[in-house]
């Protein structure tokens, strides 16, 4: 994914993350305890490389229910994913916060 990301880099102005529950993991403390719904840990890191690459204006991260944030990661907008589709609009907007020319009439 990386690769494809450098060699396509110049036409980026926008990045959306997905974060769904592909793993499962907990702290070192915890490790005996209820495992958590993570995403995969290259998700992440693509997500810290899109925020450098881009700026942190211009990515969304769009998190699935249940899963876990990454605690290091403070100051970075996230989307909470819903099935009524309110999701939708919260991206939209932060798009539109971006610069990007988003009509927010067009959603479905």
């Known amino acids: 994914m990386i690769e494809k990301i450098e060699r396509e880099?110049?036409?980026?102005?926008?990045?959306?993350?997905?974060?769904t529950a592909c793993d499962l993991g907990n702290d070192k403390l915890h490790?005996?305890?209820?495992l958590?719904?993570?995403?995969r840990q290259n998700v992440v890191?693509?997500?810290?490389y899109m925020c450098a690459l881009l700026g942190r204006q211009n990515v969304c991260a769009l998190v699935d229910s249940d899963v876990?944030?990454?605690g290091d990661m403070s100051g970075i907008?996230?989307?909470s994913f819903d099935?009524?589709?309110?999701?939708q609009i919260?991206?939209?907007?932060?798009?539109k916060a971006a610069g990007l020319d988003v009509d927010l009439n067009k959603l479905a």
């Open 9 to 19: 880099a110049n036409d980026l102005a926008f990045a959306i993350i997905l974060y």
């Open 31 to 34: 490790a005996n305890e209820h």
């Open 36 to 39: 958590n719904p993570r995403a």
């Open 45 to 48: 890191f693509e997500h810290g």
């Open 68 to 70: 876990e944030f990454p």
């Open 77 to 79: 907008v996230y989307v």
């Open 83 to 87: 099935d009524k589709g309110a999701w």
């Open 90 to 95: 919260a991206v939209a907007k932060e798009m």
